[in-house]
């Protein structure tokens, strides 16, 4: 079946600095990727998207780009800010799994000032 | 913000208990999910529907059940609340095709005493 793997946290960064949040996958055919972000007490929200191979989803200074060969979907950020301290989520839909969306373990990312 | 809806965003009840949570949505969505989340497992699809009346199991669906007469709401049922569903619940609702992603509630923290 379809998987997500992500990096594991807590990810722990000064503000301003340059963040990375590795994602991998597996899965048949070509599904649509997605990162989400939870902040504390609330709910997932889309933070950005690509549903074709090489396409760059970006929202909010972060970016990811769709990596086929590679099979990735790697989140960044130029210069983070305390703001950014959340869970992120990537996820996949589409593969063999249809229409549920299939979660990566998330990853806590800590900015300190 | 996608228009969801959950209630109610807090209860505890007792083992042995019936308990429904509702989700309701405004944006005439076709599909719809019941997600747990819970430290150390990230997020668990229980239950899905496809449309009116038209539901299917996830991962973790027993001891759940749902109901979807409308396409505005999707109720999910604890038959009899055990601890082991002490959780967040949280509702997504999503409009079809792949690339659509989904839009989360904020979520419902249910504690089973």
């Known amino acids: 079946g379809d998987s997500v793997t992500q990096m594991e946290g807590p990810v722990t960064l000064s503000e301003e600095a340059f963040l990375t949040i590795n994602c991998t996958y597996t899965?048949?055919?070509?599904?649509?990727l997605f990162w989400y972000v939870q902040y504390p007490g609330e709910g997932l929200q889309l933070l950005l998207k690509?549903?074709?191979?090489?396409d760059k989803g970006s929202n909010k200074g972060f970016e990811a780009t769709y990596r086929k060969e590679t099979t990735s979907f790697h989140l960044e950020k130029g210069s983070v800010q305390v703001s950014d301290s959340a869970v992120y989520f990537c996820?996949?839909?589409?593969?063999?799994?249809?229409?549920?969306?299939?979660f990566g373990a998330g990853t806590i990312l800590r900015v300190k000032s | 913000d996608a228009g969801i809806t959950q209630s109610p965003r807090h209860k505890v009840t007792e083992t042995g208990t019936p308990v429904t949570l509702r989700c309701h949505q405004t944006?005439?969505?076709?599909?719809m999910y019941w997600y747990r989340q819970d430290p150390g497992h990230g997020l668990r699809l229980i239950h899905y529907?496809?449309?009116?009346?038209?539901?299917d199991k996830g991962e973790v669906s027993d001891g759940y059940s749902v109901s979807r007469s409308k396409t505005e709401d999707f109720l999910l049922t604890l038959e009899s609340a055990t601890s082991s569903q002490t959780s967040v619940y949280f509702c997504?609702?999503?409009?079809?095709?792949?690339?659509?992603?989904?839009?989360f509630g904020n979520g419902t923290r249910l504690t089973v005493t």
């Open positions: 529907s496809y449309g009116v009346k038209d539901t």
């Open positions: 944006e005439n969505h076709r599909y």
């Open positions: 690509a549903t074709k191979a090489d």
């Open positions: 899965a048949t055919g070509y599904p649509s």
């Open positions: 997504a609702i999503s409009e079809a095709g792949y690339n659509s992603p989904l839009h």
């Open positions: 996820a996949l839909r589409g593969g063999a799994e249809g229409d549920k969306l299939v």
